[in-house]
């Protein structure tokens, strides 16, 4: 009588790890298209407002329920601080520091090699 192999036990393993994270990573896209994060960023900032007044009592209501089913106690934590953080701004000084960066790049690149190839031919003489 043969031996069974786990081969086709393990690559079920792989296939299923494969869907669970394929169908997080679909959701997730599919969250960023339906609320518009990648729209204007009124949106954006209007959907980051709504999940910093949402996650926190998600998180404890969480932790409430974890207390009950494991029966361990949680300490309470502190409050989460407010922060404001413009997405307008920082997208917009973003881009003007890649855009920077790109219009630069050719004579930096022409820059350093030059230097490159006067230190070469200094290193062989």
Not at 4 to 29: C, N
Not at 71 to 84: F, N, R, S, V
Not at 92 to 118: D, F, H, Q, R
Request: with cysteine.
């Amino acid at each position: 009588m043969r031996a069974r192999s786990d081969s086709g036990q393990e690559g079920w393993k792989a296939s299923r790890v494969f869907l669970i994270k394929g169908s997080v990573a679909g959701g997730a896209v599919y969250l960023v298209y339906d609320h518009e994060l990648l729209g204007p960023s009124d949106k954006s900032q209007a959907a980051l407002q709504k999940a910093g007044e949402v996650v926190p009592p998600a998180m404890y209501q969480f932790s409430q329920y974890v207390c009950q089913q494991t029966g361990l106690q949680i300490p309470q934590l502190p409050a989460p601080p407010k922060i404001y953080f413009p997405i307008r701004d920082s997208w917009n000084a973003g881009i003007m520091t890649v855009m920077s960066a790109l219009s630069v790049a050719p004579s930096k690149a022409c820059e350093y090699s030059k230097e490159g190839w006067e230190y070469v031919k200094a290193r062989t003489k």
